[in-house]
């Protein structure tokens, strides 16, 4: 039996080890000495009884134990730090660290966020724009908004919004270009793609099943659906939009909706953070703000076809 809690510099040791498996990198991270961790980690595991890590090559690898004891030891380290942050004097703004991905800061996010700092002067809001899924821990980050299917156990997970796929233009080209009445017509137009070439196959397939003639193989290729929609914007073609990522643009009239035809996403909108800090008040107070502000989005007419 295990008579004694092992020390918050061991489980932060085991945590950054765990997430670099290096523990080079891990000193790095903690400010410590390689020597320091290895110490920490020595003592862990006779504290356990069971070996953490196992030398793979140059590398290290979790053994079992240590894939097992790692959640624990990360919900137990989150507490800690939810804890002290809930109880750390006001007086000065609090700051709130969140991760999305570049389409959603530069379509969704960024342009809504004024009416949020209006309304909210005491919370320091720093967005952090990458691809990747973040690390909560090592990142620093207190709340993401992820594109996926909703499925992280490890996480607090919120539905932001579903989204719709259709074809979205300038009025521009709708007035100056070959008439676009329905999907067929789409062959007389130059198609956006995304960098899979993919997404306007798998649209017409369930749009429009059976069409034939359209060419997938050309059109400009963008890496970023916010590139690909505002070349649309730009009148350089028709693009296959997201509803969420959208949205601004088809109120302010800068696109349109030309076919009625739109089929669900695969995947979803999601705010995530460490369970336990969604109870945090800044972390409920920003959620609640996105999800008012993706339920406005639902409402705007605006984003429907054109008649």
């Not at 009416?115 to 990747?132: G, Y």
């Not at 499925?151 to 676009?180: Q, R």
């Not at 990522?245 to 995947?267: H, I, S």
């Not at 995530?272 to 996105?290: G, S, Y």
Request: charged fraction near 20%; aromatic fraction near 6%; proline fraction near 7%.
């Amino acid at each position: 039996m295990i008579d004694t809690i092992p020390s918050t510099a061991a489980l932060r040791a085991f945590e950054a080890a765990a997430n670099r498996l290096n523990f080079t990198a891990a000193a790095r991270d903690l400010n410590l000495t390689q020597g320091a961790i290895s110490h920490q980690i020595r003592d862990l595991e006779a504290r356990l009884g069971t070996p953490l890590f196992a030398r793979r090559g140059r590398g290290l690898a979790l053994t079992q134990a240590g894939q097992s004891y790692l959640p624990f030891v990360r919900e137990a380290l989150e507490r800690l730090r939810a804890g002290a942050e809930a109880i750390r004097p006001t007086s000065r703004p609090t700051v709130l660290t969140v991760s999305v991905s570049p389409n959603f800061a530069t379509k969704w996010l960024v342009p809504r966020l004024g009416a949020f700092l209006a309304d909210h002067p005491d919370l320091d809001l720093r967005i952090s724009a990458a691809m990747a899924h973040v690390d909560f821990a090592g990142d620093g980050i207190d709340l993401a908004v992820r594109h996926g299917t909703g499925s992280w156990p490890e996480l607090a997970v919120t539905k932001l919004c579903s989204e719709e796929l259709f074809p979205v233009c300038s009025p521009a080209l709708l007035a100056n270009g070959p008439p676009l009445k329905s999907p067929a017509d789409l062959a007389r137009q130059v198609l956006i793609q995304d960098r899979s070439r993919e997404g306007w196959g798998h649209w017409l397939q369930r749009a429009a099943p059976g069409l034939e003639g359209i060419d997938l193989d050309h059109g400009p290729v963008f890496n970023q659906t916010s590139l690909a929609i505002d070349a649309a914007v730009a009148a350089q073609g028709v693009a296959l939009a997201r509803s969420a990522l959208a949205a601004l643009d088809l109120a302010a009239g800068r696109l349109v909706r030309p076919l009625n035809e739109a089929v669900p996403a695969e995947f979803a909108y999601w705010i995530v953070c460490p369970k336990a800090r969604a109870e945090l008040p800044k972390i409920r107070r920003f959620t609640k703000w996105l999800l008012q502000t993706a339920e406005a989005d639902q409402d705007r007419p605006s984003t429907s076809p054109m008649p």
